[in-house]
């Protein structure tokens, strides 16, 4: 089996028009290992049933575990290398909450009522065990543009490169991945009060056409300088499958990142939210607020497999 078919197939694959973000936190003195089994099931089994209504629908559903938890759903599995809390950062005015999430699942469609009818389902499958504190409808907004309208996800990897991004490549949990989920709200007044030219300095690509603005143009605050992680001249690329959120009055955007290390994730945040010597930090951040922020492990399908046996 190659590395891509161990992945739970909704890590690797593009995004969908609609999503469903379930974020729940364990009731831990409910936790059995019978009810996890049973819950487990209603993921794999509603997905199932609900994608042979249209199978053209692309229904999927991607389990992420966070660090808390790992060890009560699973105490005879080694946690995995590198799951650890997200840790919240701030600097200046700019913060980065750490918020409660013990599991977290995306439901991938590309219509509203299959993703909409899994998530109903796993609502109730978890409910023994678990408590839903975040329920979030993402959608694909145009052209695949975030609500401060731009396109966003041009520079993901794609085909192998995709694999080798996200996906542990060896050991117990080869196939696994890494996921940051934050929640960001825009501040549209605001953004809306720039040119479209001061816009395209914050991102460092143009606005229409998304064309990125060559090196030696780019702002140094821009979005695209601070986000891209580099190792010794290398870049560490991430997949990102962000998706618009919220109603025409409140809005922002879902930030749904997979990478084959949690530092990746981890190190792009570090170097968005810091000023450097100059004072530059990503200025995105002066236009988007992060309400919610947390880190999980989205362990390899088998693994979960081997679960509900
Ligand atoms: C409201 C939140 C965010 C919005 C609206 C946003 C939007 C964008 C846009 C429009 C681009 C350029 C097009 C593209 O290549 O996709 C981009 C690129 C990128 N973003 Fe974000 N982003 C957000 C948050 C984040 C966060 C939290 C991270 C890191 C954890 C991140 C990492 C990246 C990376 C790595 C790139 C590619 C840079 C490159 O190589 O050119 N973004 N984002």
Redesign the pocket.
Known sequence: MSLAEQAQPGAISDPTAFAEYLTFTLRDHDVTSDKVISALDMVANATKSIRQKDPDSQVSSTVGIGARAWPLLFPEADMPEGLTAFEAMSDGDRSFPSTPGDLFVMVKSSRIDLAFEVGKYLILGFAPIADCVEDQRGFKYLDDR?L?N???????PRGTERVAAVLVPSGTYAGGTHL?I?T?LDRQAEWNALTIEDQEGV???TKFD?I?IPDAEKKPFA??VK???EIDGT?IK?F?Q?RAIGTAKEH??M?V?FAAEAST?TT??RQ?ITADADGNYDH?LDF?TATTGAMYFVPPQAFLDAITG
Do not use: A, C, P, W
């Open positions: 975030d401060i731009f396109v966003d996800g041009t520079e993901n940051l934050q960001y991102i460092g690509r998304d990125e979005h695209n986000s891209k992680v870049e991430m990102r962000n922002g955007t930030f990142g994730l792009s945040l968005m995105l988007v």
